[in-house]
Nanobody
Framework: QVQLVESGGGLVQPGGSLRLSCAASGSIVSIYSAAWYRQAPGKERELVAEITRGDNTNYASSVKGRFTISRDNAKNTVYLQMNSLKPEDTAVYYC?????????????WGQGTQVTVSS
């Protein structure tokens, strides 16, 4: 099994910054791809950023230019740097990781971390 532990969420003022971390452990050899999703109350979960094995990145239009997804393969950790935060960024953020381990590919979700941007 693969386990993901998210951290870095919290309360921040508009215009502030946060960095989310998603650390993978367990039966993992390498991360193939990763993504960050978010879900606000009353809304569907949406993709905000993704990164491929070749480090190509894609962002939702609402966060492009403000958020940066990255990863440290040696640490099996994915990050989301969030700058110029807006109240509409308030949501629970989830990491999603596709990984290889023991000849098996698995997709795993993090437990979610709350990000609140005060207005």
């Amino acid at each position: 099994q693969v386990q993901l532990v998210e951290s870095g969420g919290g309360l921040v003022q508009p215009g502030g910054s946060l960095r989310l971390s998603c650390a993978a452990s367990g039966s993992i050899v390498s991360i193939y791809s990763a993504a960050w999703y978010r879900q606000a109350p009353g809304k569907e979960r949406e993709l905000v950023a993704e990164i491929t094995r070749g480090d190509n990145t894609n962002y939702a239009s609402s966060v492009k230019g403000r958020f940066t997804i990255s990863r440290d393969n040696a640490k099996n950790t994915v990050y989301l740097q969030m700058n110029s935060l807006k109240p509409e960024d308030t949501a629970v953020y989830y990491c999603n990781v596709g990984s290889w381990g023991g000849l098996r590919y698995s997709v795993t979700w993090g437990q979610g971390t709350q990000v609140t941007v005060s207005s």
